[in-house]
């Protein structure tokens, strides 16, 4: 299953509504991750089932969608913020990730 | 908490075999709720995931690696290990260790990588 991600980067300034899409190329229900991963560090996971906020993650990140057609939303984007994002379908084996997203400082 | 730690040669030859070991702290690898996972991200690139092994042996691997990679266990060091046989510059990468929350064992299909290693670089050149 493809993933396509986009945009594949973007500026933004802190305290933005930043959003980010993903479709997958065939009906996946509701089975997406997204990750962030900032400069040199391991992906870390943010959300799981599309719209599960994990253990820690602010409430700032949400997400949303399910068949085809995802979205992931940085409500007020704070500097620490500054990083790749990426979605992932676990529907169907081999397991796939989205492009990316860089979210860069204007 | 539960870390992951790889470990292995940080540069191969081509045609080679690259190796790396993944070694688990703070829980046990022979857990029915988890697989435990490689992937891979060419520098300045995406992510691939290149597969996954269950503590009792089952495999699954990326069709476009499957030929060249094979994944094992070791219950006792609580450790999973990668190999990737004839490597060219397109697998200099970095490699990272994760684990993946089991869905079905039947399938083979897992569903979140959570936690990371801190990933390690692999580059292949003479």
């Known amino acids: 299953i493809q993933m396509t991600q986009s945009p594949s980067s973007l500026s933004a300034s802190v305290g933005d509504r930043v959003t980010i899409t993903c479709q997958a190329s065939?009906?996946?229900?509701?089975?997406v991750n997204w990750y962030q991963q900032r400069p040199g560090k391991a992906p870390k996971l943010l959300l799981s089932?599309?719209?599960n906020l994990e253990a820690g993650v602010p409430s700032r990140f949400s997400g949303s969608g399910s068949g085809t057609d995802f979205t992931f939303t940085i409500t007020s984007l704070q500097r620490e913020d500054f990083a790749t994002y990426y979605c992932?379908?676990?529907?169907?084996?081999?397991?796939?990730f989205g492009g990316g997203t860089k979210v860069e400082i204007k | 908490q539960l870390q992951l730690q790889e470990s292995g040669p940080g540069l191969v030859k081509p045609s080679e075999s690259l190796s790396l070991t993944c070694t688990v702290s703070?829980?046990?690898?022979?857990?029915?709720?988890?697989?435990w996972a490689w992937i891979r991200q060419p520098p300045g690139q995406g992510l691939e995931w290149i597969g996954h092994?269950?503590?009792?042996?089952?495999?699954n691997y990326n069709p476009s690696l499957r030929s060249r990679v094979t994944i094992s266990v070791d219950t006792s060091n609580n450790q999973f290990s990668l190999s990737l046989a004839s490597v060219s510059a397109a697998d200099t990468a970095i490699y990272y260790c994760?684990?993946?929350?089991?869905?079905?064992?039947?399938?083979?299909?897992?569903?979140?990588?959570?936690?990371w290693g801190q990933g390690t670089l692999v580059t292949v050149s003479s």
């Open positions: 089932d599309a719209s």
């Open positions: 703070g829980g046990p690898i022979s857990s029915y709720n988890y697989y």
């Open positions: 992932q379908q676990y529907d169907t084996l081999p397991l796939t």
């Open positions: 065939q009906d996946i229900s509701n089975y």
């Open positions: 994760a684990r993946l929350t089991l869905e079905s064992l039947s399938s083979g299909l897992g569903t979140r990588f959570d936690p």
């Open positions: 092994i269950f503590f009792g042996g089952s495999t």
